[in-house]
């Protein structure tokens, strides 16, 4: 029902305590998990119940918009369409409602549920719960994410393995307590991959000393030894000591904890670095919402993707708050290896989809993650078996200096005005078995936004007998190597460059420089130009990256002009970047063919989340996802646009990443593009720093060509 209301929309914030768009509550999982096991038809059907994912249903735009208008910050109703008789707004939003994925190890079955979150109150305050099943689907032929607590219970399985511990005696263990299982997914390669059974191919690593819990056990890699686990029976299907390859010895470099616990010694001359901000941050938080320096948006997380950003936009002066983009995130990552030989030539993670970047997601620490004033956000789990778990301080929000923001000094008058920058970082960080990621967004007071994904942590090495080298990798140390490899990242970037929530007016060019033909235009042969086509279809809007031609992509209003009369927009600048360095016929690539391209543009729709489909776990299908959606060829001439960008580092190792890999940073830019009609940072203040307290006024350079004039 609604109703017109001519009482201030503010009032109404006190009957909707969370925002549509917020991450669920440890109480909305506990709702959504126990109305779900409640619907099971049977016993055993309840029993088999494991919980891989619950994470909120996000509405549809025009809830958001509804929800931003009337209910919450920024409260904005330009954001609705207007009607005659003025706005019509209903007495309540509709109902959170909660997406659960359930694989049943009973049947090895994967269902997707939602549930309708009717009623949630914290049980301390002596509420009660209330959710109700909106729908439940199995889906055919899919193997869901792994989870933790199958991780551990297969390395139990395999240590308690008689023939692999037999095996190991070969090579001189006997203590199954320095024995390393690390479970892979196993990808899809033969018939015998498929999602009929749950599967991992572990990896198999080795420590040295039994006291030591933080000694680095990649560095003794077990070869040799071919091991399948049936994930749903917890049991090996097929186990063969192919080949007795000798573990490789103790590295004396292998550590990476402090001082003399590595046997070594830390550096004494690292004076204390300290960020003080004695007035305080400049941003506002407001539960989710974020508010800094013109800009404002909203800050959710998912098991799958980590940080999620919502709503971004721009208070622009005059021409108000002006949308950049509906939501921003990291939807996946592959990370192929480059050695044909095994186990190696296996080793294709989807890290967020086998696996999951939330699920992986640290509790962060102040002052070595993250420094200076600094506002954390918790995130909310089920683990497998339905209870819920929390990570503290799993998100960091806080301002960067960032050097010079702009300059400039008349040469004339030796007079100076300069600017420092400062940015505003949301990230969280992750562990992915051997490898750590980071993954930042960065906003900037000149209207930039970028992102940025730091890797580090130990690379995943290989054991190499007497004698043996590999050109496919990096000798690292007697009997170890660490072969080439490359990481890609996937950034799903939903835009609505100065348009209402779901409003279908944003097209896309790609610009690229061209050098002027020799001519009567070119006479001095120095001229070049900036040439642009528009993407007219998901067909030709299937792009790669390309330097020489300083390439690059803008998005832009079809409706809306700056001040020289130029569609607004902003513009996604490439940083480094490569393609996959495999053959078309690569195993690999039939889960991963959204790969083959740097940039993919989609019209947007509300199932087209992930770029490998759903399920890329143990996937027999060819191209699902992001190659098969592009085939409908939808028009993009106006439209709600969708960015894919497809980004990836080629890592040939070197000794330097041993034993703990310095971080390597990769990323790219979203850039204003004629979206305001001057510098928007031409009004940040100069700094009160130390140069302003040794001088009040400006010094008057009296030397050379300022003395002579």
């Keep these: 029902m609604v109703v017109k209301l001519k009482v201030p929309a503010i009032q109404m914030l006190r009957a ?38 619950v994470v909120l249903k996000e509405p549809d735009k025009h809830v958001v918009a509804l929800a931003d208008a009337y209910f919450f910050p920024p409260f904005q109703p330009s954001l609705l369409p207007k009607t005659k008789g003025g706005p019509v707004i209903p007495r309540q939003l509709p109902p959170r409602q909660a997406r659960i994925i359930v694989y049943n190890k009973r ?68 203590d199954m307590d320095l024995v390393m299982v690390d479970p892979w997914c196993v990808g899809y390669y033969k018939e015998e991959d498929a999602p009929s059974r749950r599967l991992a191919r572990p990896l198999i690593f080795c420590r040295t000393e039994s006291d030591c819990p933080m000694e680095n056990g990649y560095a003794r890699p077990v070869e040799g030894i071919h091991v399948l686990v049936d994930m749903q029976k917890m049991e090996v299907v097929e186990f063969e000591d192919q080949k007795l390859i000798p573990l490789p010895p103790p590295d004396p470099l292998r550590n990476y904890t402090a001082g003399e616990t590595r046997g070594g010694a830390d550096r004494s001359d690292v004076k204390p670095l300290q960020i003080i901000q004695p007035e305080g941050p400049s941003f506002r938080v407001n539960g989710y919402h974020v508010e800094w320096q013109k800009w404002n948006f909203r800050i959710g997380f998912t098991p799958r993707e980590g940080l999620v950003i919502y709503s971004i936009a721009y208070d622009d002066g005059s021409r108000g708050r002006r949308s950049v983009a509906h939501r921003l995130s990291f939807v996946e990552m592959v990370v192929p290896y480059g050695d044909p030989n095994g186990p190696h030539y296996r080793k294709n993670a989807f890290d967020a989809g086998e696996d999951g970047l939330g699920k992986n997601a640290h509790s962060l620490k102040k ?21 819920v778990e929390t990570i503290e301080n799993c998100v960091c929000l806080h301002e960067e200096d960032h050097g010079i923001l702009w300059k400039h000094q008349d040469w004339r008058t030796g007079l100076a005005e300069v600017r420092r920058s400062r940015r505003l970082t949301v990230s969280f960080i992750c562990t992915v078995a051997n490898y750590e990621y980071g993954f930042f967004w960065h906003f900037y007071q000149d209207g930039k936004i970028e992102a940025e994904v730091k890797l580090t942590g130990i690379l995943s090495l290989g054991a190499l007998q007497h004698g043996e080298s590999r050109k496919y990798g990096t000798m690292i140390a007697p009997g170890l190597y660490a072969p080439v490899h490359q990481h890609f990242f996937v950034a799903r970037m939903d835009m609505a460059v100065d348009c209402k929530p779901g409003e279908p007016v944003n097209q896309v060019v790609e610009v690229n420089v061209k050098v002027e033909e020799p001519g009567p235009n070119n006479i001095h042969s120095n001229a070049f130009f900036a040439e642009e086509e ?27 002009v700056n001040r020289t009369g130029q569609l607004t927009g902003y513009k996604l600048v490439p940083g480094s970047n490569c ?43 060819v191209g699902e996802g992001l190659p098969t959606w592009v085939k409908q060829n939808r028009n993009l001439e106006e439209a709600d646009i969708v960015l894919w960008y497809v980004f990836g580092i080629t890592h040939v190792p070197r000794l330097e990443d ?52």
Excluded at 39 to 50: I, L, S, W, Y
Excluded at 127 to 143: L, T
Aim: aromatic letters at 8%; proline letters at 8%.
């Design 367 to 387: 002052g070595c993650d993250c420094l200076g004033y600094i506002k954390y956000f918790d995130a909310h789990f089920t683990n497998f078996t339905g209870g």
């Design 534 to 560: 528009l993407l007219r279809t998901e067909s030709e809007a299937q792009r790669d990256c390309n330097p020489l031609s300083a390439r690059h992509w803008i998005v832009r209003n079809t409706r809306t």
């Design 16 to 53: 909707h305590p969370r925002h549509p768009l917020d991450p669920l509550s440890a109480a909305e999982i506990a709702v959504a998990v126990s109305t779900v096991r409640a619907a099971g038809a049977t016993p055993e059907v309840r029993d088999g119940m494991r919980f891989i994912e």
């Design 579 to 621: 393609l996959p360095l495999a053959g078309s016929e690569a195993k690999f690539l039939r889960r991963a063919a959204f790969l083959q391209h740097n940039l993919w543009v989609t019209q947007y729709h509300k199932d087209e989340q992930y770029p490998g489909g759903e399920f890329p776990n143990q996937n027999p299908r």
């Design 107 to 174: 049947s090895n079955e994967t269902s997707v549920w939602i549930v309708e979150l009717l009623e949630v109150h914290a049980a301390a305050r002596g509420g009660h719960h209330r959710g109700k099943v909106i729908s439940s689907k199995v889906i055919e032929d899919v193997q869901p994410p792994m989870d933790a607590i199958e991780y551990a219970d297969c390395e139990s399985v395999v240590k308690d393995y008689p023939p692999f511990k037999e095996a190991m005696k070969k090579r001189g263990i006997d």
């Design 658 to 709: 041993w034993p703990v890999m310095p971080v390597e940073r990769i990323g790219f830019m979203l850039s204003p593009h004629g979206f305001f009609n001057c510098s928007p940072a031409v009004d940040v203040p100069p700094s009160i720093g130390e140069c302003e307290k040794e001088s009040v006024g400006p010094k008057i350079n009296q030397t050379g060509i300022l003395s002579k004039l």
